[in-house]
């Protein structure tokens, strides 16, 4: 997948070992693409994009490992904290719990 650069795009200068600037050229003309585009492909294999937040997978193995074994007050402390990691992460649900009814998503309404 090619990644969209243009003139605003960060640009840093490095020096290269002597033979590879040859060898990016090679690989570049191999894949039909710019030594630029070359470079930046192999940056992001090395350096992939970080994995989005799983928030359902978060909040279920918090309460599987920790909140089913704590008691009431704990439990509000607990919630309190899993809810605020949602915010932060911006998870479009937070979480309420209870002994009768376990772990409970609810969808976050705009006023």
Do not use: H
């Not at 600037?21 to 090679?26: G, H, S, T, V």
């Not at 191999?30 to 192999?42: C, F, G, K």
């Not at 359902?56 to 007050?73: D, M, Q």
């Not at 509000?76 to 937070?94: T, Y």
């Amino acid at each position: 997948m090619a990644i969209p650069t243009n003139r605003d795009s960060d640009k840093f200068v490095i020096r290269l070992p002597e033979g590879m600037r040859d060898r990016i050229k090679a690989a570049a003309d191999q894949n039909n693409r710019s030594m630029n585009a070359e470079i930046v492909a192999t940056l992001g294999e090395a350096y992939p994009d970080p994995a989005p937040f799983d928030w359902y997978s978060f909040a279920f193995e918090e309460w599987t490992n920790c909140g089913r074994k704590l008691p009431e007050v704990e439990r509000l402390a607990f919630e309190a904290r899993i809810n605020d990691r949602l915010s932060e992460e911006k998870a479009p649900v937070r979480i309420s719990l209870s002994e009768k009814d376990g772990l409970t998503f609810r969808p976050i309404t705009k006023d």
